[in-house]
């Protein structure tokens, strides 16, 4: 959905980091797959492709219906998810696993997030090329202080951003409207100015729509819209590198 053409650059962007400008937490499934293969002998003789199954479907119900100050304790948030996994196996009548595998499974998710995150291809050029044009560039990312910070640091994006806004570090994170008004404030411009890029429907589009922000959707997998969806998207891409002019 090209659309540059019709559509000037604008003043400003606020850019999401997990699953936007980095490959993060998307896929999970692949992810409690892989982890639960690698614990098969502990967990037999339930097969590995069930329990990681279980866990992530508990766990999606737990973060569509999780408070944001979880956001902030990732990884407490995965020890309750990976125990509320087992709950659901023992329920059905499998074997009860005990609650410190359940801990050692989430930690091992949780560091094999950190070794597979990756910048995707071109997205430092593209933030380069238009920070270069003059666009001024906010990072606006949800998460702990600590775990987003590094991320900025190992991943180089501090020097790239003219105001980096962590939702652990400010007290406040999307979809707050204040967290969009707070990163457009200390750009110095104002929702007409501004294009907000992210993967996230509700953060990334219905809030900055609201507050008259252009919004685009970033659907790196090409999934597009969930069936049923009745958010409208103002624009939608695969890369940061479709915002850069040809």
Not at 73 to 84: D, M
């Amino acid at each position: 959905m090209a659309m540059s053409a019709i559509k000037p650059l604008p003043r400003a962007m606020l850019i999401d980091m997990d699953d936007t400008i980095l490959s993060a937490y998307g896929r999970p499934e692949i992810a409690w797959n892989t982890i639960a293969q690698e614990f098969a002998e502990e967990l037999a003789p339930l097969p590995p492709q069930q329990v990681a199954s279980t866990v992530l479907a508990f766990a999606k119900n737990f973060w569509a219906n999780a408070d944001a100050s979880w956001r902030l304790k990732l990884a407490e948030a995965r020890h309750l998810t990976v125990k509320g996994g087992f709950a659901a196996l023992a329920a059905a009548g499998h074997r009860a696993l005990p609650d410190d595998l359940a801990i050692r499974l989430a930690d091992r998710f949780t560091t094999y997030r950190e070794e597979e995150m990756f910048v995707f291809p071109g997205a430092h050029e593209a933030i380069d090329r238009l920070k270069a044009l003059g666009i001024k560039l906010a990072l606006v990312t949800n998460g702990a202080a600590d775990t987003q910070r590094a991320k900025v640091e190992r991943f180089e994006l501090a020097h790239r951003f003219h105001h980096i806004q962590i939702e652990g570090e400010h007290g406040f994170g999307k979809p707050e409207e204040r967290a969009y008004l707070h990163a457009m404030d200390a750009l110095g411009v104002t929702a007409e100015d501004t294009w907000m890029i992210g993967d996230n429907l509700e953060w990334e589009v219905v809030t900055p729509q609201r507050l008259g922000i252009y919004s685009i959707w970033i659907d790196v997998h090409g999934d597009g819209l969930p069936e049923g969806s009745t958010v409208k998207p103002d624009r939608i891409i695969r890369s940061l590198t479709e915002l850069v002019p040809g």
